[in-house]
């Protein structure tokens, strides 16, 4: 049984005084509904320190939104592995589409940092998915293919079972364009046979898949009734207490 995972991506947004007050009415709202769900924030990599203190002692885990897959040296600007392990983050978002589209992120850079992580002992989410333009052409399976094979290469099965996948349709991030719940559970069963065919089924049955993509107190619901929908990673709505905190208490 996969325990669902809800994750909020606050990519670049928030001020401090803001993330902190956010992750606090967050860890409290948990504390006082006890959801049977996994949580984690993933704030700009200025607050992770701060808001892994917040959430030190519950059940909200703090993950970055990014890594270098080198463990330390001349690279300025990037933050190592070990560095977010250090400061106390659980997770890491790895091979996000904006990434992939604005900053030059390739199934191979995925696949490098997505070893670094294991490598220090994090737990990456991996980001997958097609768009508009791919999806229109038919081609999303053979993206999702390339992200999911590329990216994976040369894992080990028990380093597999550590990671969480994000399936986001790039057409839906930040659009109000959701993916209907069968189009998200079709591409959801499409990733978990890939994982069959690279890992064997018992590890493919345990890693969980998360969607992304317009996910709201609305529709939350919905997706997370169908079988291979395991768990949300959540951008705009994230950024607010109660619609955060609504998705986390899907189905209630
Ligand atoms: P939105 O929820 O704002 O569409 O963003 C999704 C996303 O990119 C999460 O990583």
Request: with cysteine; glycine share 8%.
């Amino acid at each position: 049984m996969r325990r669902p995972f809800i994750a909020g991506n606050w990519k670049m947004n928030l001020l401090a005084a803001e993330a902190n007050s956010l992750a606090d009415g967050i860890v409290k709202d948990m504390a006082k509904n006890t959801p049977q769900v996994d949580v984690a924030l993933c704030p700009p990599a200025t607050y992770l320190a701060t808001l892994a203190d917040v959430c030190r002692d519950s059940r909200v885990r703090v993950g970055a939104q990014n890594l270098h897959w080198e463990s330390s040296g001349a690279y300025t600007g990037e933050l190592s592995g070990q560095m977010l392990k250090d400061v106390g983050c659980f997770y890491v978002i790895i091979g996000h589409s904006e990434r992939r589209q604005y900053f030059g992120e390739t199934n191979e850079s995925v696949n490098r940092k997505l070893k670094a992580a294991l490598q220090v002992g994090l737990h990456p989410i991996v980001c997958v998915g097609e768009t508009l333009d791919e999806r229109q052409q038919g081609v999303t399976q053979k993206v999702i293919r390339q992200h999911v094979v590329a990216g994976y290469d040369e894992l080990s099965k028990e380093h597999a079972e550590k990671t969480v996948i994000a399936y986001e349709p790039v057409w839906a991030i930040g659009t109000g364009m959701t993916a209907t719940p069968d189009q998200a559970q079709e591409t959801h069963a499409f990733i978990r046979s890939l994982l069959v065919d690279l890992f064997g089924s018992q590890t493919a049955e345990s890693i969980r898949i998360q969607y992304g993509g317009s996910v709201k107190p609305g529709n939350v619901d919905d997706l997370m009734a169908k079988p291979d929908i395991d768990g949300a990673l959540v951008g705009g709505a994230s950024l607010k207490i109660d619609p955060f905190c609504r998705i986390i208490r899907f189905q209630s």
